[in-house]
Each structure stands twice: as C-alpha cells, then as structure tokens.
C-alpha cells in the first residue's frame, strides 16, 4: 500500500526577513550618499568667476548665502537694481539698493545671528558666502560689502570655480 496521505495539511514555510533590514539600510544610506540637499531656491543668475588660488569651507553648517546676479523670476525681476540685477538673502529677495537694502542686510544679519543663539551656537562664526555672478559690476558688490561691514558681518566668503588650465 502506498504510504501517501491525503488529508494532511502542508504548512508553508516562513520568508526568512533576517536580511531585510540590511538591505533597507544599505537603500537609505545609497539615497543619502547621492543626494543634494539645497537649502534654498536659486532666483538669480549665478555663473561664478574663476580663480586661481581657492580654499573649501570647512563648516557649512554655518555659512549664510547671498546671491547676486540677473534675475530669473519675476519676484526677482520685480526688486533688481535699475532692472538688471537682484539680491537674493538666502531664499528672500531683497529690496533694490537705495530702497530699504540697508535694512534688509541687517534683519538677514540679525536673523541669522538669533539663528545661531536658538541652536546655542556661536553667532560670530556666520561665514556670509557671497555667490555673485561673473558679469555682476564691482560697485553693486561693493555696495553689499559695505552694508556687511557696517552690520558686522565680517567673515565673507566669495564662490568662484577652480581656473582652467
């Protein structure tokens, strides 16, 4: 006689998941790797200058960026210096030069500073990244460096591209 039963049940057998926390890790940490965080929203034109002599910013945490440059949306274009250049503050674009600009570097300054109190930082190691566009003249970067200097925001740093050889 034959020894097969019918009747009995067959249990499946359990998915082993020991791994599956491994490979959701190695996932999370590969989409971490490769991506590009942006703090904030580019609305001007910045094609940075070449140098040839430059140095990497060792703590990034701690950097503010002002950006110079053509405007590229209309919020932008609505606030650009004689229509042809904006300053965007992080993310906010600020006011045309001889219309409240001075007072919009100090509240960015002032902000920035209280950032740094709120997280229980030092506020005096803001470096201030200035990403002016190549084509930008020298006196509207001068006029902004003025309006630092006169908000003691002396730490600056200006974004150029390594020269070409």
């Given amino acids: 006689m034959s020894r097969f ?11 082993n998941t020991s791994s599956m926390s491994d490979i959701v890790f190695m996932f999370l940490f590969f989409f971490m790797v490769i991506t590009n965080m942006r703090e904030s929203e580019t609305k001007v034109k910045f094609k940075p200058p070449h140098a040839s002599e430059y140095q990497k910013l060792e703590k990034k945490a701690a950097v503010a ?13 609505a606030k650009a210096i004689d229509g042809k250049i904006a300053v965007q503050l992080n993310d906010k674009i600020a006011n045309p030069v001889p219309i409240d600009f001075a007072s919009d570097i100090k509240s960015f300054i002032k902000a920035e500073r209280d950032d740094r109190i709120q997280k229980q930082e030092d506020p005096n190691i803001i470096t201030y990244s200035l990403k ?4 930008v003249q020298m006196m509207y970067v001068t006029t902004l460096k003025e309006e630092l200097r ?12 390594k020269e070409k050889k």
Avoid at 5 to 15: A, L, Q, V
Wanted: zero cysteines; a negative charge; glycine letters at 4%.
């Fill in 132 to 135: 002016i566009d190549g084509d």
């Fill in 5 to 15: 039963r019918k009747n009995e049940k067959k249990e499946t057998p359990e998915i």
């Fill in 150 to 161: 006169n908000n003691n925001a002396l730490k600056i740093n200006y974004a150029t591209k």
């Fill in 65 to 77: 960026t002002i950006y110079m440059g053509e405007p590229i949306n209309s919020e932008a274009a």
